[in-house]
């Protein structure tokens, strides 16, 4: 069973920084063999991908909304993911999730993930 820990929300001004992490623990097999997104989920709307990223970190995938502003990067042997995001604005307040599927290929659905960590607020004021 793989654990998921999220961490670096907060409440920040349109136009600042955060930088998001994800530790993994309990995994079975090496983490390079999951692959992880990152979700979000604001009140009132359905739970969507922000970005992906494969087992081994060499192919992701943004969300049109999140392409030239967030970057994700893993590091396997540390069993970390994080995502940092630049030039936030007020519609990226959300619930921030960490997700992985025991699988190195990432997917868009959020069902296609077996393991998800309780969150991390991001709220960015105007």
């Known amino acids: 069973q793989v654990q998921l820990e999220e961490s670096g929300g907060g409440l920040v001004q349109a136009g600042d920084s955060l930088t998001l992490s994800c530790a993994a623990s309990?995994?079975?097999?090496?983490?390079?063999?999951?692959?992880v997104g990152w979700f979000r989920q604001a009140p009132g709307s359905e739970r969507e991908f922000v970005v992906l990223?494969?087992?081994?970190?060499?192919?992701?995938f943004y969300q049109d909304s999140a392409t030239g502003r967030f970057l994700i990067s893993r590091d396997n042997a540390k069993n970390t993911v994080t995502l940092r995001m630049n030039r936030l604005k007020p519609e990226d307040t959300a619930v921030y999730y960490c997700?992985?599927?025991?699988?190195?290929?990432?997917?868009?659905?959020?069902?296609?993930?077996?393991?998800w960590g309780q969150g991390t607020q991001v709220t960015v004021s105007s």
């Open positions: 990223i494969n087992g081994p970190g060499s192919t992701t």
């Open positions: 997700a992985a599927r025991n699988v190195p290929s990432y997917s868009t659905r959020s069902t296609m993930y077996n393991f």
């Open positions: 309990g995994h079975e097999r090496p983490f390079a063999g999951y692959a």
